[in-house]
Structure formats: structure tokens, C-alpha cells
């Protein structure tokens, strides 16, 4: 079975872009997760989505935003890109049954993006 | 404070110790992870734990949840378990729920 793939691996953008990450779960996974890791703030929660709808989002402004589609991969947005945005992008996918049952979750390669 | 507070945060060993890594969290949780992140991002699952203890292959992993700790460890290491280890608990809240992380352990096994 194919394992998480995420779309593109290393991005460059300058600041006031926007960029779009991709990110294709295992097959029959219906959770995506999304995840920003810096060398200062380590892994933080940006999304969650199951089954096109997102279940939960963490503590990050407006323009972090994120979609699921009916074939469960998933695309995250950041509009007005700035330098702190540079980091590792990672999603996750996980075979969740409903809200109170979780399952391990299986970690894309992450998406390297840096905003010069 | 932050909600999961791992220790210690840099862990150099000789090939073939005994390695602990512990992991302390303030607040209920529905499971803890231990992930390991390799140069280069990747991170992979270890273990899923709400209870008790699990073991695969070298690594056990165990959790106590009344006082609210979990510990990792690592039987005959090795240069290839060189990497950074980082504990990981689900928080369900009334939004939904979330993984919560802590800053991770770098582990640099010698041979």
C-alpha cells in the first residue's frame, strides 16, 4: 500500500505569495491531519479534516486554510505568504471510524517551504 | 508551561545501552504517541498508547495515566536509532481533537 504523499517536497516563495501544499493519504484513510514544524516553535496543529469537513483547527491566523476532498486528499493554503511561514508543511492520515475513535497516524514526507 | 514536557532534550549514548526517554503531560488526554523524526523530516509512528505498555522489537513503551507520564525506551541500541524522538498526546476538546507535542529528544547513539 502506497504511504502518505505530499505535493511538492521543496517550495520557494517570496513574501506576499501564496502556495498551495498537497497532500494524498493512504488508500481508505479518511482523516487528514495538518502539521507546521519550526526550529523554534517545534510541531504545532494547524488542521484536521474527516470525511470533507474539518473537525478541528489550531491557533494560526486566517490565512492558514485548508480543504478536503470527496476522494479524502487534501490541500492546505497559506495566503500572503511571510518569512515566519517558512517551515515544514507535514500531513497525516489516519483510518478513523467517527469522532471518538483514533487510530495511529502515518506521516507524509512533509513539504519544505521557504519564503524569502 | 507547555502542555507535554519531554526529558531530556539531548541523549548521547554508546552502542548497546539502555536508553530511557520520558515524556510528562498536564492536562487528560484520549492516547499518546512516540514518534521518531529522522534528518530530513520524516517521522514515522512508534507507538499509540491510552494504557499500559507496548513492545516492538528493542523499543517499549509504557504510560501511567493517573500520574500522568510515559516513558521510552530503547533496549541494545544502536547508531541507527540516532534520531529525534518526540512524544505526542491527543487532546480531545469540545472543537474536536488534536495531537499536542513536545519539543523532542535528540538521540545520538556512538558506535
Known amino acids: 500500500k502506497a504511504g502518505v504523499t505530499q505535493t511538492p517536497r521543496y517550495l520557494i516563495k517570496t513574501r506576499g505569495q501564496q502556495v498551495t501544499l498537497s497532500c494524498s493519504p493512504i488508500s481508505g484513510h479518511r482523516s487528514v491531519s495538518w502539521y507546521q514544524q519550526t526550529p523554534g516553535q517545534g510541531l504545532q496543529f494547524l488542521f484536521e479534516?474527516?470525511?470533507?469537513?474539518?473537525?478541528n483547527k489550531g491557533n494560526f491566523p486566517g490565512r492558514f486554510s485548508g480543504r478536503q476532498f470527496s476522494n479524502s486528499r487534501s490541500e492546505m493554503n497559506v495566503s500572503t505568504l511571510e518569512l515566519g511561514d517558512s517551515a515544514l508543511y507535514l500531513c497525516?492520515?489516519?483510518?478513523?471510524?467517527?469522532?471518538?475513535?483514533?487510530?495511529?497516524?502515518?506521516f507524509g514526507p512533509g513539504t519544505r517551504l521557504t519564503v524569502l | 508551561k507547555n502542555e507535554v514536557e519531554q526529558s531530556p532534550q539531548n541523549l548521547t549514548a554508546q552502542e548497546g545501552e539502555f536508553i530511557t526517554i520520558n515524556c510528562s503531560y498536564s492536562v487528560g488526554i484520549s492516547a499518546l504517541h512516540w514518534l521518531q523524526q529522522h534528518p530530513g523530516g520524516g517521522i514515522v509512528s512508534l507507538f499509540m498508547?491510552?494504557?499500559g505498555k507496548k513492545k516492538h522489537g528493542r523499543l517499549i513503551a509504557t504510560i501511567n495515566i493517573q500520574e500522568k507520564h510515559s516513558s521510552l525506551h530503547i533496549t541494545a541500541s544502536h547508531p541507527r536509532d540516532s534520531a529525534v524522538y518526540i512524544c505526542a498526546v491527543r487532546l480531545v476538546e469540545a472543537s474536536g481533537s488534536r495531537l499536542t507535542f513536545g519539543e523532542g529528544t535528540q538521540l545520538t547513539v556512538n558506535p
Open positions: 479534516y474527516f470525511s470533507e469537513t474539518q473537525r
Open positions: 498508547l491510552s494504557s
Open positions: 497525516a492520515s489516519s483510518l478513523e471510524r467517527g469522532r471518538d475513535f483514533y487510530n495511529e497516524q502515518f
